[in-house]
């Protein structure tokens, strides 16, 4: 059964930074490419970074430089880390297995 449970989202000032996982079960996780999407309120969802298997990455335009994107094969587990965080980064942040699987999302609200 495959798993993707999302964490470490919450409410931050503008500036500030939050670091997302995503621990991952159920599939061969170090084969996979895996990627991070949002949605905000009344918006499609987005992708917002992705990482191959190998580790090569690649980001959405607008979190260039500020958010980055790492895996570790070992405890099958993706991370986001976001810093200089931005009101408009406010959104459910999912995690997403190439092999078709989604997590369940994590709330980033970025508010003073």
């Known amino acids: 059964q495959v798993q993707l449970v999302e964490s470490g989202g919450g409410l931050v000032q503008p500036g500030g930074s939050l670091r997302l996982s995503c621990a991952a079960s159920?599939?061969?996780?170090?084969?996979?490419?895996m990627r991070w999407y949002r949605q905000a309120p009344g918006k499609e969802r987005e992708l917002v970074a992705g990482?191959?298997?190998?580790?090569?990455?690649n980001y959405a335009d607008s979190v260039k430089g500020r958010f980055t994107i790492s895996r570790d094969n070992a405890k099958t587990t993706l991370f986001l880390q976001m810093n200089s965080l931005k009101s408009e980064d406010t959104a459910v942040y999912y995690c997403?297995?190439?092999?078709?699987?989604w997590g369940q999302g994590t709330q980033v609200t970025v508010s003073s």
């Open positions: 997403y297995s190439v092999v078709g699987f």
């Open positions: 159920g599939f061969p996780f170090n084969i996979y490419a």
């Open positions: 990482i191959t298997s190998s580790g090569s990455t």
